[in-house]
């Protein structure tokens, strides 16, 4: 089956600078890679996805990439404010639809 | 957007018994399900994906016999956990999968219900 690492497992930040998070996946034929935002005792939020045929994309301060080749894929937030801290995870699908998750960052901006 | 439901929001039952969660696709219908289990502080893992009219199919190291799915109508999925134990105390998530064809390999988006804390004592 798939298996997703993330890193790093937390990560704080000076509010409005960069945060990237990363993620690899094991499954060449996994072709969907969501990400989200989850705080405490709520659900998933979706902030950004991708799909296989696509090696960027961008929705405001949030951008995420793709390389398919190594297998890789990263979540970049710019510009970070206090409300962006929360639990992030990225996720990739392919056969059956089925989500695989990694393991999650706990992003801390500080004001 | 879509909208998935569950319920109830949490519960705490006592060891050896069962307990009920339901999750609902308020305003589309969902041939398919996902429930996932996630401990505090730790990732969502996928336990098993619930399909419309036919059995549910399980993850590795998932008990079909304790963890028992139905879904019987295109909103509704139903997880009991059987025999519950403090152990199976979790906070517990269902999603449901945007609507669509499956040709083509194309993966869909999912949307994910408000989940249900589980208690046993």
């Given at each position: 089956?798939e298996?997703?690492?993330?890193?790093?497992?937390?990560?704080?930040?000076?509010?409005?600078?960069?945060?990237v998070?990363?993620?690899?996946y094991?499954?060449?034929?996994?072709?969907?890679?969501?990400?989200?935002?989850?705080?405490?005792?709520k659900?998933?939020?979706?902030?950004?996805?991708?799909r296989?045929?696509?090696?960027?994309?961008?929705d405001?301060?949030?951008?995420?990439t793709?390389n398919?080749?190594?297998k890789?894929?990263?979540?970049?937030?710019?510009?970070?404010?206090?409300?962006d801290?929360?639990?992030?995870?990225?996720?990739?699908?392919?056969?059956f639809?089925?989500?695989?998750?990694?393991?999650?960052?706990?992003?801390?901006v500080?004001p | 957007?879509?909208?998935?439901s569950?319920?109830?929001?949490?519960?705490?039952c006592?060891?050896?018994?069962?307990?009920?969660i339901?999750?609902?696709s308020?305003?589309?219908?969902?041939?398919?399900?996902?429930?996932?289990r996630?401990?505090?502080?730790q990732?969502?893992?996928?336990?098993?994906?619930?399909?419309?009219?036919?059995?549910?199919t399980?993850?590795q190291?998932?008990?079909k016999?304790?963890?028992?799915?139905?879904?019987?109508?295109?909103?509704?999925?139903?997880l009991?956990?059987?025999?519950a134990?403090?152990?199976?105390?979790?906070?517990?998530?269902?999603?449901?999968r945007?609507?669509?064809g499956t040709?083509?390999g194309?993966?869909?988006?999912?949307?994910?219900?408000?989940?249900?804390?589980?208690?046993?004592?």
């Amino acid at each position: 089956g798939e298996n997703v690492e993330q890193h790093p497992s937390t990560l704080s930040v000076q509010e409005g600078d960069s945060a990237v998070i990363k993620c690899t996946y094991s499954d060449s034929a996994s072709n969907y890679f969501p990400w989200y935002k989850q705080e405490l005792g709520k659900r998933p939020q979706l902030i950004i996805d991708i799909r296989s045929n696509v090696g960027e994309k961008k929705d405001q301060r949030i951008a995420v990439t793709l390389n398919k080749t190594a297998k890789h894929f990263s979540l970049h937030i710019t510009e970070t404010q206090p409300e962006d801290s929360a639990v992030y995870f990225c996720a990739a699908s392919g056969y059956f639809n089925k989500f695989y998750f990694g393991s999650g960052t706990k992003l801390n901006v500080k004001p | 957007g879509a909208v998935v439901s569950q319920h109830p929001s949490w519960v705490i039952c006592k060891s050896g018994t069962s307990v009920k969660i339901e999750c609902r696709s308020l305003d589309f219908q969902a041939t398919t399900m996902f429930w996932y289990r996630q401990f505090p502080k730790q990732s969502l893992m996928l336990m098993a994906t619930s399909n419309e009219g036919s059995k549910a199919t399980y993850e590795q190291g998932v008990e079909k016999d304790k963890f028992l799915i139905n879904h019987a109508s295109l909103t509704l999925s139903t997880l009991t956990v059987t025999s519950a134990h403090p152990e199976d105390s979790s906070f517990y998530i269902c999603s449901a999968r945007e609507p669509g064809g499956t040709s083509g390999g194309k993966v869909y988006e999912q949307y994910f219900g408000p989940g249900t804390r589980l208690t046993v004592t």
